[in-house]
């Protein structure tokens, strides 16, 4: 299924982080990192506005899904981006990301399980399809949970959890398809979720987007080898949700 969205207009984007070789946006969902040519009808991409935001050429070093919201690091130079590039390649930087999922999680699950790359009809015609599956690692957290006397399907009460993904590689759709597999799909997604679950978050908290937020990103700076830490706030939205399925309401208990 598409995950195309309604068009949006997206304001100027919010600075989390900058330095002489580094800059950090938080990244809107609904918002494509940079242009692609299935998405021809887009006006919009992170990567072009933060370049006009700032004045100067950025070099995208990671990705974030369309739907996923949050963090998002960019070179200022070739050779800033080759270095941190590095970083990615030897797992040296540690990411952090809130999922808001249908059911119980469990406190605390390592999940190794190889996913075989998800081709795309389009744009990955000429690529091998008999790929063997890669590598991939999630820890998952469950911080919050909620039930709600609330009937879907055959069940009286519906059940959520609030759960911390660790990524250890980066698969494409790792987390969404890794929490799939646990029975755990998140709220919002059209490709791995519940449908039914969807459809209760859209109409009775107006919610249209997919509930993954990349809260956190972590590394050893390359040239001053300080620690960096940078965060995006989960929004007034998800807070509100948070405080109707009674939990905290302020961006400090994330």
């Given at each position: 299924m598409n995950e195309r969205l309604a068009p949006v207009e997206f304001a100027e984007l919010e600075i989390l982080y900058r330095d002489e070789n580094y800059i950090a946006i938080n990244k809107p969902s609904g918002l494509l990192v940079h242009r692609s040519f299935l998405d021809k009808h887009e006006t919009q991409f992170?990567?072009?506005?933060?370049?006009?935001?700032?004045?100067?050429?950025?070099?995208?070093?990671?990705?974030?899904?369309?739907?996923?919201?949050?963090?998002?690091?960019?070179?200022?130079?070739?050779?800033?981006a080759r270095d941190i590039n590095q970083l990615f390649i030897d797992n040296q930087i540690t990411k952090r990301y809130l999922a808001l999922v249908r059911g119980f999680a469990p406190e605390s699950v390592f999940l190794d399980k190889p996913l075989k790359e998800q081709l795309d009809k389009i744009a990955d015609k000429f690529a091998a399809q008999d790929k063997a599956p890669q590598q991939a690692q999630t820890q998952f957290n469950c911080l919050y949970q909620a039930t709600l006397p609330i009937p879907i399907g055959?069940?009286?009460?519906?059940?959520?959890?609030?759960?911390?993904?660790?990524?250890?590689?980066?698969?494409?759709?790792?987390?969404?398809?890794?929490?799939?597999?646990?029975?755990?799909?998140?709220?919002?997604?059209?490709?791995?979720g519940d449908n039914q679950h969807n459809q209760f978050f859209r109409e009775h908290f107006a919610l249209r987007r997919l509930m993954l937020f990349a809260t956190e990103l972590n590394?050893?700076?390359?040239?001053?080898?300080?620690?960096?830490?940078?965060?995006?706030?989960?929004?007034?939205?998800?807070?509100?949700?948070c405080t109707q399925l009674g939990w905290p309401n302020q961006e400090k208990d994330y």
């Open positions: 992170a990567m072009q506005m933060l370049r006009d935001q700032i004045g100067q050429h950025v070099f995208p070093v990671h990705r974030l899904d369309r739907p996923t919201s949050g963090v998002l690091l960019f070179a200022l130079s070739s050779e800033a055959n069940y009286p009460t519906v059940r959520y959890s609030l759960v911390e993904c660790f990524p250890k590689t980066g698969r494409k759709h790792q987390i969404r398809r890794h929490l799939k597999h646990l029975s755990l799909p998140i709220i919002g997604d059209v490709n791995h590394f050893v700076h390359p040239y001053t080898q300080q620690p960096i830490n940078i965060t995006a706030p989960l929004g007034e939205a998800m807070l509100s949700i």
